[in-house]
T-cell receptor, first 113, second 108 residues
């Protein structure tokens, strides 16, 4: 069974530029999460989806971050415009229906210069 | 929100040694997971253990939910065990709250 797929794996952009990250969860997993991991810290939740509905986006900085999960499968996280402090690893995770154990993708390492 | 504390923050051991990592949390949870983050940044699931004891090879874990702590045991350490070990807790399908991790270095 394929795991959670994320792309790109690495991204370097200049500040004020837009950037987007893509996540394909494990097949059949209805719940999808985006986390941000700063250097030396544990991941922190940004947003949680149940199918195509964002059920918890309280930690998403809505002035510059947006996310979507069309058709309840793939998801995209966007930052516009990026700031230096957005440099981090962005992780996607998914959970099967009826379960709680989260499975993480390899992450996208973003560097904003 | 819930607080998660992991100890020790850093641990350096010789190959073959045993170790115990601890995770304390501040509220009742029904999701607790242990992860190993390898040098490439991948979070690898070790245990889903909101309560009880589980074993997988050289690794085992115990969660005492009533006392709000969990322990991860690593026996006969190997250099490939190096990395950061995270404990993460949550309520059901809620997002996980992670501790700051234990950075483990196994020296040959």
């Amino acid at each position: 069974e394929a795991g959670v797929v994320q792309s790109p794996r690495y991204k370097i952009i200049e500040k004020k530029q837009p950037v987007a990250f893509w996540c394909n969860p494990i097949s059949g997993h209805n719940t999808l999460y985006w986390y941000r991991q700063n250097l030396g810290q544990g991941p922190e939740l940004l947003i949680r989806y149940e199918n195509e509905e964002a059920v918890d986006d309280s930690q998403l900085p809505k002035d510059r971050f947006s996310a979507e999960r069309l058709k309840g499968v793939d998801s995209t996280l966007k930052i516009q415009p990026a700031e230096l402090g957005d440099s981090a690893v962005y992780l996607c995770a998914s959970v099967p229906g009826g379960g709680y154990e989260q499975y993480f993708g390899p992450g996208t390492r973003l560097t904003v210069t | 929100g819930i607080q998660v504390e992991q100890s020790p923050p850093d641990l350096i051991l010789q190959e073959g040694a045993n170790s115990t990592l601890r995770c304390n949390f501040s509220d009742s949870v029904n999701n607790l997971q242990w992860f190993h983050q390898n040098p490439w940044g991948q979070l690898i699931n070790l245990f889903y253990i909101p309560s009880g004891t589980k074993q997988n090879g050289r690794l085992s874990a115990t969660t005492v939910a009533t006392e709000r702590y969990s322990l991860l045991y690593i026996s006969s350490s190997q250099t490939t065990d190096s990395g950061v070990y995270f404990c993460a807790v949550g309520g059901g399908a809620d997002g996980l709250t992670f501790g700051k991790g234990t950075h483990l270095i196994i020296q040959p």
